[in-house]
Each structure stands twice: as structure tokens, then as C-alpha cells.
């Protein structure tokens, strides 16, 4: 580890206030269309006289963007580990903001026919793109500006980001659907929290102007240049095959097959729950005939309670260890998932409150918390990008954008019992319980570049 690492402050109100701003405006975008889904598209995109069947499809294009994730993740990582971190977060937020102000503009199916729902569906896509990018984007920046006592709790502060994203989203969509009448909503009224995503793009684009890039990426291109220097020749290869050989992309998986599978695996339960929890729970109230009004007064009650659980459990990740707080909460997952139901069955808010804090606002957070710093600690500067942004977006592709479509359709097999859905939180439960109990503790290491990095597998 170099010398100046040691040096840097422990917190940098700048650098911090422009990934959690950046982070909060761009999954307001990618949220706001999760409580759309259950809301609204399934009645104006994808008509059919079966509402649960409408749902499914409309939670269909919702995972689509998670189909865009794993790309998003491997383009953005490659451009943020070549050309640096602060590009990355500039481009991502400006894409988000095209695409979820398109979707307030993109006209219903009883309008344009099968184009509406092909449009919606490609918006999305270019939405997951854009995730792909983001929330590795901020938390490397984060991860690479602290010092090493402090990297759990400065690398969970993007999840503030998302938290917040998710209440303003989820309390927009709340405000137009309460205060306009029914038809009103569906006729215009969803659109204006779609539209508002124009201008909290142009501030989030404001506050990340003035970045600096990472010290660890500058020292990393210090060290390339070295390096190149000391080895001028290098052999004559075809173009493709040297593009291949620099590719961070091969590189990763090349050198950290691994950890690259433990980063897709570890997050099975925090992907899962919180898209089961925090968005099929809507759905579910909803074609059950129960009130869906407490059910979104719960998640953004929890949205405010993560504000303050996710850095805790970032700031014990440090103290504890990364591993024990992430199993600690997915057994806490685990053990609230059937309860949790029963709880939204009742249609009483403070129950379903405390559901979702359980839920999500101590087990979820416990996980989100710890494994941002886990994931980085797992690389070296010179692929952390590509490797965190593949990895990661692969794991919530197959465990979480997939989560309310698998959910929904388990409850239209099951004939409405939750029964399928509880065995299905178990098991991604169970995922995030084994793969990092058998993963090595990463806390204390410091090797953060690559020279600094005798092993990368054990």
C-alpha cells in the first residue's frame, strides 16, 4: 500500500455527496419504474383480462433491465479501469435520465398498439444499462477515496443513494395515485414523477462536475506507465487477439474466477429480498384485494430506516468482519420471509412497517452494508471496475431482476398461496449463508493496486 493512502482524510464530504446524490437521483429513475410495473403498466401496456397474467407481464420488462445490467457493467467497467471512474458516473446518469423521461412520454398501447409495450421494453433495457455502470461506478469511487478502518462504511453509503432513490420514487408514485382520482392517475398523472426525472438529472449532473479521479486509479496508471516503459516490445499478436489480451473483461476472469463467482453468489439473498419485499409485495397486495396503501407507506418507512441501518452495518463490517454481518442478515431474511406475508395479509400499516424494517431494514441492510467493500477488496485496482460491475450485475440479473417475475408466477402456480415464494426466499437465502462462509475474510486487507498483490486466489 502506498504511503499516501495512509494520509487520506477518513471522510471527504465532496467525493461523498457526489456519488450518494448521483446515486439517489439515478435509482429514483430505476425504482420509480418497479411501483410503475405493479401500478400502472400492467394495465396500459400489457392489457389482458387476467390481472395477475398483466402483472407477470409487466414485471417481464422489468427484469429486461436487468438483462442490461451485466452489459452496462462489463462496457462501463472497461472505460472506467482505462479512461477512469469519474466519465463513467457522468455518462450513466445522463443515460438513466433519457430513458425514464422517455417512459413518461412513450404513449400507452390503446394508443400506438404493439409498439407501446416494444418501446417500454427498450427503454428499460437502456435503464439496466445504465445501473449496470452506476452503483459500481459510485462505489468504487467511495471505496478507493477511504482509508482502510473505514472502507465498509464509506463503501455502503451509495446504498443511502439507492435508499433514497426509493423513497422519493416510491412517495412520487404514492402522492400522484392518492391525490389524483383513479382514471386521472392512469390517463396522466403517473407520468409526472417520470417527467420530474429531467431535472433531478441536470442537478445530479451538476454535483458530479467537479470530480477528481480516485488516487488509486492515478497511481494505477503511474504504475501501467512504468511498466510500459520497462517493456517497450511486447510480441506481434493479431489486432483482435491483443484487444482480447488487454480486455479487463478476460483479464478478470482470467486471473479471479473465483472471486467472480463468490461476488455473483453472495448477494443472492440482499437481490432477492429487497425485489420481493420492497416490489412484488405491491403486486401481491394489489391482486390479492388488499389495500396497497400501507404496503408503500412501509416501504418508504423502511427507505428512511436504511438511511441509517445500511451505514451501520458498514461501519460493524469493519469492526465484525464483512462475513458475519453479511450471514447475520440473511438469516434474519430467512427467518421474517413467511411471517412477512402473514403481516401484509393483515392490511394494518404498522405491521407491515415492522415486516419491512425487519425484513429489509435490518436483514437486507445488514448484507448491503457489508459486501460493497467485500466485493472491491476482492480485486485490484487495475480490473476492480470490470470485475464488481460483471460480477455483481450477473449475480442480481439471476437473483434479483428475475426475483418479481419468479414470485409473481409462483403465486399464479401455487393457486395464490405463498408457500412457493417463501421456499424461493430460502433458498437464495441459503446461497448468501454458504458462499460466504466459505469465502476468506477481506477486512484487513490493504492491497488495493496491483503490485501491492502477491496471490489474488487462495
Known sequence: MSTSTSRRPAFQPRVISAAVLGTTVEWYDFALYATAASMVFNKLYFPNGDPLVGTIAAFGTFAIGFLGRP???????????????????????????????GIGLLPSYATIGLAAPLLLTVLRFVQGFAAGGEKTGALILLFE?????????????????????????????????????????????WRIPFLFSAVLTLFGLWVRRSLDETEDFQQE??????????????????PWRDRLARSRFVEAWRKYPKEMVIVMCAGAAENTGYYVFGTFSVA??????????????GIMVVSVVKLASVPLFGWLSDRWGRRPVSILGALVMAGACYPFFRMVDSEQTWLICLALVLTLGIGQSAVLGAQPAFFAELFTTK????????????????????????????????DQSITGVVVFLLLTCGVTVVTVALARE???????????TSSPTT
Open 145 to 189: 477515496n477511504a482509508p482502510p478502518r473505514w472502507r465498509g462504511l464509506l463503501s455502503s453509503l451509495p446504498a443511502i443513494g439507492t435508499g433514497a432513490g426509493t423513497l422519493l420514487s416510491t412517495g412520487a408514485m404514492a402522492l400522484a395515485s392518492t391525490t389524483l382520482s383513479e382514471q386521472a392517475f392512469l390517463d396522466w398523472g
Open 71 to 101: 452489459l452496462g457493467g462489463a462496457y462501463f467497467g472497461e472505460l472506467g479501469d482505462r479512461k477512469g471512474r469519474k466519465h463513467v458516473l457522468v455518462v450513466t446518469l445522463l443515460l438513466m435520465g433519457i430513458a425514464t423521461t
Open 221 to 238: 496508471l503511474a504504475r501501467q506507465a512504468r511498466e510500459t516503459a520497462e517493456n517497450p516490445h511486447t510480441p506481434e499478436r493479431a
Open 442 to 452: 477481506t477486512n484487513r486487507r490493504d492491497d488495493r493496486t496491483e503490485a501491492s
Open 284 to 297: 401481491y397486495a394489489e391482486n390479492a384485494g388488499l389495500a396497497t396503501a400501507p404496503v408503500l407507506t
Open 383 to 414: 480490473v476492480r471496475f470490470t470485475a464488481v460491475g460483471v460480477a455483481n450485475n450477473l449475480g442480481t440479473v439471476l437473483t434479483g431482476g428475475l426475483a418479481p417475475l419468479v414470485a409473481s408466477s409462483l403465486l399464479l402456480l401455487f
